[in-house]
């Protein structure tokens, strides 16, 4: 089992930045694939940020340049900075982690970004 528990949520105004990080525990792997998805209220979830067990990143376009994955394998960690905070970015943001047991997710932390 994997569990996952996201965190850093919260209020901040456009221009400004949170970091969200996710705390991953149970059965992690070697091999894996770490994800950020977010839900905007009315909107399909989508793909934000991934980073593999490499260390390898990619992005969603919406989000490239502002927004940096980062890991930190020892204390199972997984981050997402976010700079440059759009309204549109207002979601609840899910961690993610894909391995050879399936995928499995966290309970999403808030993230509102006022005008």
């Known amino acids: 089992q994997v569990q996952l528990e996201e965190s850093g949520g919260g209020l901040v105004q456009a221009g400004g930045s949170l970091r969200l990080s996710c705390a991953a525990s149970?059965?992690?792997?070697?091999?894996?694939?770490m994800r950020w998805y977010r839900q905007a209220p009315g909107k399909q979830r989508e793909w934000v940020a991934g980073?593999?067990?490499?260390?390898?990143?990619t992005y969603a376009d919406s989000v490239k340049g502002r927004f940096t994955i980062s890991k930190d394998n020892a204390k199972n960690m997984v981050y997402l900075q976010m700079n440059s905070l759009k309204p549109e970015d207002t979601a609840v943001y899910y961690c993610n982690v894909f391995q050879t047991t399936g995928s499995h997710w966290g309970q999403g932390t808030q993230v509102t970004v006022s005008s």
């Open positions: 149970g059965s992690i792997f070697t091999a894996y694939l």
């Open positions: 980073i593999s067990s490499a260390g390898s990143t």
